[in-house]
């Protein structure tokens, strides 16, 4: 539950959902537990959800790290907390909380990317998302920047988060060092040891990110650049060879961007979320 400055007033997790039927279920059950332990009626709800969407539907296309194809979460929610309910992408949502109330507030354009199980990205230009023209803007993750190279979990090879997520990691690493059990802390600990094992692929990560959003700062030419996402709080062993990258494939003729880390703590998506609800009726 946010307010309408972009504060959290109560928050509540949930174990992530198998099954859309029962995801809204649990989800909507905790909404209107929120809502009682506030004495508010639930007006309106915004949602983050993993994409693609077929955003004037409010239909997830496809959910690959869930399992979920042409779900209709917009309506399954509005049927189960009968009120007005909108959905985007949660990269999106995440991007307009920062862009909000966190490290991108004042900036004209904020380019977002989102660091976590897959690679996400959001635009916000003078406090509007860029959506494209169906929603699908903005997949920094999946574009293709080594053809023919490691398979994604779209089905295609060679995208960004076939390399650098914290998917892509875990593998890589149990391929190089034959240890299946190896944690990302571990493995960027390793990483800044200099171990050998694990130096050449985890250059070659962090390069293939660069290059991702290299593109999108092209593209965009944001005067913020803000990362976010589980894999974010490992910044001090990748950040210095990302920022790097992503400079020098810009080149000194490009946009040069502000870089740095979400200020709001793992909760830009739901204040995004929140907002996304509250600007319908501005
Ligand atoms: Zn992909």
Known sequence: ????????????????PTEPASAVAEIGAACRAVAAEASVAIERVGIGAPGPLELSEGIIELAPN???ERVPLRAMFAEELSCAVWLDNDANAAALGEAWVGAGR????????TLGTGIGGGVVADGRLFHGAAGGALEIGHQIIEPGGR?????RRGCVEAYFSGHALVEQAATASGDQEASLASVFQAYVEGDPSVTPWMDRAIDALARGVAHAVMLFDPDQVTFTGGLAGS???FGARLRAGIESDVGPSGPHPSFGLSTLDGRAGLIGA???ALQAIE
Not at 1 to 16: C, K, N
Not at 151 to 155: K, V
Request: with cysteine; hydrophobic share 45%.
């Open 151 to 155: 398979e994604c979990t779209c089905g």
């Open 235 to 237: 910044w001090d062993a």
């Open 106 to 113: 004042g900036a004209k354009v904020m380019l977002m990317v």
């Open 1 to 16: 539950m946010v307010d309408d400055r972009g504060r959290v007033i109560i928050e509540q997790h949930l174990e992530t």
């Open 66 to 68: 869930l399992g979920w």
């Open 274 to 276: 929140a907002r996304l």
